[in-house]
């Protein structure tokens, strides 16, 4: 399976805002869902939001919803983050992913860093 383009992210004052985006390949028949993971220096990764493709519904984290919306671009197979309100918890290598199938493994980008600091 292809391989997933990750742009966005970098540095930000606490209370700014940030987009990531990312890319799955154009050749695939289908997509299941894409999003977003992070992991903060000495944490586990954790789940940060996802959308279905199929009804394009969004779901999130408990500590980013409210301050982060994902949506899609479908027929590009491209999915977005806006991160706005960030706090400096927020700081973490972010990691997109996207499932061709349900019952597929998932298959996940670089990563991409966002740091939030004064």
């Known amino acids: 399976q292809g391989q997933l383009v990750e742009s966005g992210g970098g540095l930000v004052q606490p209370g700014g805002s940030l987009r990531l985006s990312c890319a799955a390949p154009?050749?695939?028949?289908?997509?299941?869902?894409m999003g977003w993971y992070r992991q903060a220096p000495g944490k586990q990764r954790e789940f940060v939001a996802r959308?279905?493709?199929?009804?394009?519904?969004?779901y999130y984290a408990d500590s980013v919803r409210g301050r982060f919306t994902i949506s899609a671009d479908i027929g590009k197979h491209t999915t977005y983050l806006q991160m706005g309100s960030l706090k400096p918890e927020d700081t973490a290598v972010y990691y997109c992913?996207?499932?061709?199938?349900?019952?597929?493994?998932?298959?996940w980008g670089q990563g991409t860093q966002v740091t939030v600091s004064s």
């Open positions: 959308i279905l493709y199929g009804d394009s519904s969004p």
């Open positions: 154009l050749y695939l028949n289908s997509i299941y869902d």
């Open positions: 992913y996207y499932a061709a199938a349900v019952t597929s493994s998932a298959i």
